[in-house]
């Protein structure tokens, strides 16, 4: 199952590109509109891409109005991506979503490097989120977490049926001739090639702790990528940074995790998952 990283694709302006996904993840909605971060929001750098847009979007009475009715002519299932700054932001938004049918599923971005930290622990905010939805609940995790393992556990333990793996981690670019910061609010999030074996070290842990359903993303470009993330825990992967220079990314990582399943004797992706786990019994895929 191939989606995309939530912010990393316009599917309105882009369709015939998010049709070529398994599902569509939302950018993050939150109660009111917001404008974001002033520019400069998005840097590029040697090892991946930093961005600071600051959570920019609607708000949630637009996005159900204005937002819901068109990306459900897609005819993809659709994940919407909550934030929030309070436990009761998280429940608000979960709540009204969950009356909506277009919604399949709710990630609450728990952990954007962009904007201030939501009070309350991680725990707190699944259960509040939890109790306010029916719907497939997804927590968006950081690896900065000193034991993201930990986290994970207190996320399941709160009532979240997955995770998703690992949102952007905080970095820094300075131009090249005045050496100031070269976005607006001086650090961003980092995304790209640099992050992946960070993430594929969450997902690793992660797996071995809870066996929730896992989407990694993080730097994930090629198909032996996608295998990877399958083999350290991930039900599914989701695509970020390569949607900006390769639209096509879906169709072609498609493809090429198919040849690097087939290279190891292996019929479908299912038959990859948790294998970097095969010398312990218990973590084999059942």
């Known amino acids: 199952m191939i989606l995309n990283a939530s912010g990393c694709l316009d599917a309105l302006t882009a369709p015939d590109v998010a049709r070529g996904l398994d599902a569509f993840v939302t950018k993050t909605v939150t109660p009111r509109p917001r404008a974001g971060n002033e520019p400069v929001r998005i840097a590029e750098t040697e090892v991946g891409m930093l961005n600071s847009i600051g959570l ?3 708000g949630i009475d637009s996005f159900r109005r204005d937002v819901l009715p068109r990306l459900a002519e ?7 991506s909550v934030g929030g700054f309070s436990m009761d932001d998280y429940a608000d938004l979960c709540r009204q979503l969950d009356e909506d049918p277009v919604v399949e599923a709710i990630e609450l971005n728990l952990s954007c490097p962009n904007v201030a930290e939501p009070a309350g622990s ?5 259960a509040a989120a939890r109790a306010a939805t029916s719907k497939n609940l997804y927590a968006k995790l950081s690896a900065a977490s000193g034991d993201v393992g930990s986290v994970a556990v207190a996320a399941a333990d709160a009532g979240a049926d997955g995770l998703s793996l ?3 981690i905080r970095g820094l670019a300075l131009d090249p001739q005045t050496l100031a910061p070269t976005l607006s609010t001086a650090t961003g999030g980092l995304s790209g090639p640099a992050l992946r074996p960070i993430a594929l070290a969450a997902v690793f842990a992660c797996f071995k702790a809870t066996r929730l359903p896992i989407v990694g993303m993080g730097g994930i470009a090629t198909g032996r990528d996608a295998l990877e993330f399958l083999a350290a825990g991930a039900t599914a992967i989701a695509l970020g940074t390569i949607l900006f220079s390769d639209p096509g990314a879906p169709g072609r990582v498609r493809g090429e995790l198919a040849i690097e399943l087939a290279a190891r004797g292996l019929a479908e992706p299912e038959d990859a998952h948790g294998l970097a786990h095969r010398e312990d019994p218990a973590m084999l895929p059942k």
Request: without cysteine; proline residues 11%; negative net charge.
């Open 74 to 80: 897609l005819e993809l299932p659709i994940w919407a």
């Open 56 to 58: 920019a979007n609607p």
């Open 122 to 126: 991680v725990a707190e905010i699944v």
């Open 166 to 168: 690992v949102n952007t």
